[in-house]
C-alpha cells in the first residue's frame, strides 16, 4: 500500500506523478535538449519542480487561505498564464534550429527556469492536482512529517525532468537543423493550443 511507504518516498510518487505528463512544460524541455544540451533541459525542468513543491507545500502545510486565494482568482491566473502560454508557442514556433554545441549560459538559462516556473505557477489546476494525489495516497501527520513530504516532491519532481533531459539529449547527435525546424514548430503550434484551450476554458466555464 503506499500510504504506508515511508513519508520521503511518499512525497517522491506524488512530485513524480505530478510532473510526468507531458504538457508545455514537458515540450520545452524536449526543445531545450535538442536545441542546447540536457543541461538547459534540466535547468528548464527544475523551474517546474520549484513550482511544484510550493503548490505541494501549500496543501501539505495546510494553507487554506492561499488555496482559497487560488480558487478566488482562477480566472486572473488562467488570463495570465494562456497569454504567457500563447507567447512562448508563438516564440517556439517561430525559433530558428540551432544544434551548435554550445550550452545556454547564465540569462538564458535564467529564463528557461523561470519560464517553466510560471508556466506552472499561473495553473491553478497543480494545487487541485496536489489536493486529489495527496487524498489518493494518503497524507501523514502534517505537523510532524510535511517538510519531509515537500522535500519528497521536489525529488521526485527533479528526478522526472532528469530522466526527461537525459533521454532527450541522448538523441540529440540525430537530430538535423530540419528535423528540430519541424519539432520547433510541432511544439510551438502544440504549446499554442494549449494556451488557446486555457483561454477558452475562461469562456465555457
Known sequence: MTADLPVFVRGMA???AM???VGPVGLL??????ADGRVAALVAGLGAAVADTVYGAVVAFGLSHIIGFLVTQQASLKLF????LLLIGWRSLMAEP???PMQRQGPGLLKDFFATLLITLTNPGTVFGFLGVFAA???PDMNEHAAMLVTGVFVGSAVWWLLLSAAAGAVRSRFTPLWLKRLNQGSGMTILLFGAAVWASLIFA
Open 81 to 84: 498564464g494562456g497569454a504567457f
Open 29 to 34: 524541455c524536449i526543445r531545450r535538449a535538442l
Open 98 to 100: 540551432s544544434l551548435g
Open 14 to 16: 506524488i512530485g513524480f
Open 137 to 139: 495516497i494518503g497524507s
Open 19 to 21: 510532473a510526468a505528463p
